[in-house]
């Protein structure tokens, strides 16, 4: 199993990027599958995730309605579409999957700054 995270970058605040994570070894339509992130000095977040069943998603207070979730079963990769983004944003973004254990990605930097 592995996850890969990529579309991290420097953008300014307003702006908005998107992250992705493919998996291989399972399908992401088949188990929960969630976004992370942790800032210097702070505790890892929970920012977003997707169940399996009815696709239904949740989200951090911090990112409602600016962050939105979604996954393509066909590429087998979870999304992270990010707007409107704040210099609080600043962090590494992490993919977690939790299936028959928790599998993670490596992380990808997001820096949000003018």
């Known amino acids: 199993v592995q996850l890969v995270e990529s579309g991290g970058g420097l953008v300014q605040p307003g702006g908005s990027l998107r992250l992705s994570c493919t998996a291989s070894g399972f399908a992401v339509s088949a188990y929960p599958m969630s976004w992370y992130r942790q800032a210097p000095g702070k505790e890892r977040e929970l920012v977003a995730s997707i169940m399996n069943y009815r696709a239904t998603t949740t989200y951090a207070d911090s990112v409602k309605g600016r962050f939105d979730i979604s996954r393509d079963n066909a590429r087998n990769t979870v999304y992270l579409q990010m707007n409107s983004l704040k210099p609080e944003d600043t962090a590494v973004y992490l993919c977690?999957?939790?299936?028959?254990?928790?599998?993670w990605g490596q992380g990808t930097q997001v820096t949000v700054s003018s």
């Open positions: 977690a999957a939790f299936t028959w254990r928790e599998f």
